[in-house]
């Protein structure tokens, strides 16, 4: 059993598909196609369901995913090691954002940890909330700054950014606009515009929704907030948007507070409770962890609005 075996094993469950598992480790398909055989030879049992357009795991084949990507970990973490003990860090670290994000956090981040650790590659991907949350925990993702609604998450630790309230916003001439506040339940009533299921906004949305007893009328979805804000200024919905967002969208909205119950939402900086596995990435979470605290996110909630 060889460790490029397991390389690509991995890929290609990660990425359902032989084509996109061999770009990824940037080897030929007909490579990784019989290296993946010859594991499945000396394991003695099919890893992988090829039936449809879908590579999917067997049972075997997930029973055999965690073992793998430890023995990986591993190794990696044994060359980090190394390298650390020689004044060294090298490796590479995969962070993830939410799609669309304005925020600058992310890039300052990814620009200090460079400078200092320039030997050390980073790839970075957008995804809604819930593909962030899922990748940090199946060890994909080592960082990733995700929207969060209510408690937080088991299994991961974080730091919070922004934590503001969602609000209704319409624009001037809507009939709401001149209104200060506007229960939930009285929203519902209208058709409403609004981030997918997967975001933090969303799940703040229907949470509140969920405790007032009523289901919201989400007529439009769109995975970018500006998108949100030009749909309700285009008078097409009400809007459901961070109050930063809203206050800085072009469109020249007005913002109105949600009442019985508030909204609220979270931009959390999150990695695995138990610690990441590569001294790379041990390091960039040390970075989070001496540059981020809790008494940020008031201070960032009026910057995430200069940067929406």
Known sequence: MELRQLEYFVAVA????????????????????AQVRRLEREVGEDL?????RTVRLTPVGETFLPYARAALEAV????????EHRGLL????????????????????LEAFHAEHPGVAITLSEANSDDLVDGLRTGRLDLALVGLAGDPL????????????????????HALARRASIGLRALCDHALVSMPPGTGVRAALEDGCAAAGVTPRVAFEAGD???????????????VLPASVARAAPEGLQAIEVTRPRLRSRMELAWRA????????RALVDRVRRTHGAD????????????A
């Open 296 to 307: 940020h996110a008031d201070a960032d909630a009026e910057a995430a609005g200069r940067a």
């Open 274 to 281: 138990d610690g990441p596995a590569s001294p790379a990435a």
């Open 76 to 83: 990696d973490g044994a060359r980090g090691a190394v390298d």
């Open 225 to 239: 907030p500006g998108v949100v804000a030009q749909l309700a200024g285009r008078g097409l919905a009400v809007a």
């Open 90 to 109: 090298r490796g590479h670290v995969a962070v993830g954002m939410v799609v669309a994000c304005g925020l600058p956090h992310v890039p300052d981040l």
């Open 14 to 33: 990660e990425e359902a598909s032989f084509t996109r598992a061999a770009a990824r480790v940037r080897v030929a398909q007909p490579g990784v196609s």
């Open 48 to 52: 992988f369901d090829r039936a449809g």
């Open 154 to 173: 088991v299994g991961l630790e974080s730091r919070v950014i922004i934590d503001e309230p969602l609000v209704a916003a319409v624009r001037e001439d």
